[in-house]
């Protein structure tokens, strides 16, 4: 499942893992003042693959976990089927603007975790 950009506080609680050389590990943990920023692959092919999206997931963990996740992405009618420099991205293989792209991305969550 694919993202935009996503603004994560863990708390200090454990949990979130990177994929890194084919193994996850356990990213770090983030204090009282500090985020984890994470780019999805849409905005890493919209900007030419200048930096990389990072594959992750969440652990179980053996107690209460809390985090706060902000999710942000561009107008509906943004323009995703080209990148900064006019390259045809993944998503522009099937989809003109964000809105045609979220509607799948949403749907796909949907199935995904229901």
């Known amino acids: 499942i694919d993202s935009t950009v996503t603004v994560l506080s863990t708390f200090n609680n454990g949990g979130l893992e990177m994929l890194y050389k084919n193994k996850y590990e356990a990213a770090p943990a983030t204090g009282e003042n500090s985020f984890i920023v994470n780019i999805g692959k849409l905005v890493d092919d919209l900007i030419d693959n200048k ?9 179980e963990v053996d107690f209460d976990r809390y985090s706060i996740t902000y999710f942000l992405g561009p107008q509906f009618d943004a323009v995703i089927s080209r990148s900064m420099t006019g390259k045809l991205t993944d998503a522009g293989q099937k989809y003109n603007i964000f809105g045609e792209w979220i509607k ?11």
């Not at 930096?51 to 652990?59: C, K, L």
């Open 104 to 114: 799948d991305y949403l749907g796909a969550i949907e199935l995904f975790y229901y």
């Open 51 to 59: 930096v990389p999206s990072v594959r992750h997931r969440v652990a």
